[in-house]
């Protein structure tokens, strides 16, 4: 992997949250006041209101409301009590920009705070600062706020531009999709450029993603995804490099991930799902490793349609495809019903 800097160190802010609010607030008319409390959960209760359901309690229009929370907002920053917050303020930006400049906003007020109320009186003081700009959600990335338009528009970029250079088979280690990244972030200064932060603009994304072996990947591609037992089994398998038992199978996936899988129900899973093939008596393997389905003499069939082979060419071509002993092939290779041997050892179709 690429060399990344040491991580840098993030203080949150220890200013009195509550205190700040509470004096932000006090800037303004009782109109404005109560529609900032009841639309960012500043009151007695955490739970933030709607502008529907705030128009409803007043009778007023939904619109109404819009314009009262907006003047509200411009009233608190041309407020005393703003600007004498300045320190405060600052406190919270640099915060941001420890964390990478561009954070994901769940992240953000976890940093921020433990309890919802505490959340939501940062959530309004994001807002009413002028240094802090949120991004909504869209398909491709989370809800996010940034302190830096050029930072936050390349990082959308480099991220874009390493989802378009993954195809849907690719599984990177982390290592690998760092160092992929990187490569996409040869914009930006070295000093953003720490395993955290690359982690925290990584989870911005929802298209891409990690499975919980922390390989990384597209985050619709089923090796990423893991949303049943099917899923789980593709890792555990691919995790062993070699074909597994279903009953092996159904313990790996206990003992790795902590789901609880019964051996029955993981079987059904396996012969369901064209991604696994059987490949001996209870064994599975991955169909993308090249091993095929069928009987053994259905797959010596395919391997003698390439044209004749020798003994030792028919046990290494068809191993290749199906995990089974050479004792098993060979019974079913001196089978003259099927295949016919010439005088000179090499076996064809029958």
């Keep these: 992997m690429a060399n990344l800097k040491q991580k840098t160190e993030s203080v949150r802010p220890l200013f009195d949250s509550g205190a700040l609010v509470k004096k932000l607030l006090g800037d303004i008319g009782e109109r404005g006041r109560e529609v900032l409390t009841l639309r960012f959960g500043l009151g007695a209760s955490p739970a933030r209101e709607t502008l529907e ?116 088979t690719e599984v990177l280690s982390e290592s690998d999709l760092f ?23 990584l989870s911005l994304s929802k298209i891409i993603a990690k499975n ?30 070699a074909p597994m038992h279903f009953r092996d199978v159904a313990n790996a996936i206990s003992e790795l991930f902590a789901k609880k899988a019964h051996v029955a129900t993981t079987h059904n899973e396996l012969m369901k799902d064209d991604r696994f093939v059987l490949v001996g008596r209870g064994l599975y393997a991955l169909s993308e490793w090249g091993y095929k389905p069928g009987v053994v003499r259905d797959v010596i069939a395919e391997v003698l349609k390439a044209g004749p082979m020798t003994r030792d060419q028919v046990l290494t071509a068809v191993k290749k495809v199906r995990y089974v002993k050479d004792n098993t092939i060979l019974v079913n290779l001196n089978d003259a019903r099927h295949f016919t041997r010439s005088k000179n050892g090499v076996y064809s179709l029958a």
């Design 212 to 241: 919980p072996l922390a390989e990384w990947g597209r985050a619709h591609v089923p090796a990423i995804r893991t949303k049943g037992i099917r899923d789980y089994a593709y890792l555990v398998i691919k995790r062993s490099g």
């Design 179 to 201: 160092s992929r990244f990187i490569t996409e972030l040869k914009e930006l200064e070295m000093a953003y450029r720490n395993e955290e932060v690359l982690k925290r603009w």
């Design 53 to 168: 359901a705030i128009g409803d309690r007043w009778s007023i229009t939904r619109e109404r409301v819009r314009q009262i929370e907006a003047s509200a907002i411009e009233a608190v920053r041309g407020g005393a009590a703003f600007k004498d917050a300045e320190k405060q303020f600052s406190e919270l930006q640099k915060y941001v920009e420890s964390l990478g400049v561009i954070v994901p906003e769940d992240d953000l007020l976890a940093g921020l705070a433990i309890d919802e109320k505490a959340k939501n009186r940062f959530r309004f003081l994001l807002v009413v600062g002028s240094a802090f700009f949120r991004e909504r959600e869209t398909d491709e990335f989370y809800a996010r706020w940034h302190v830096d338009h050029q930072i936050a528009k390349k990082v959308h970029k480099a991220l874009s531009s390493l989802y378009g250079s993954l195809s849907d």
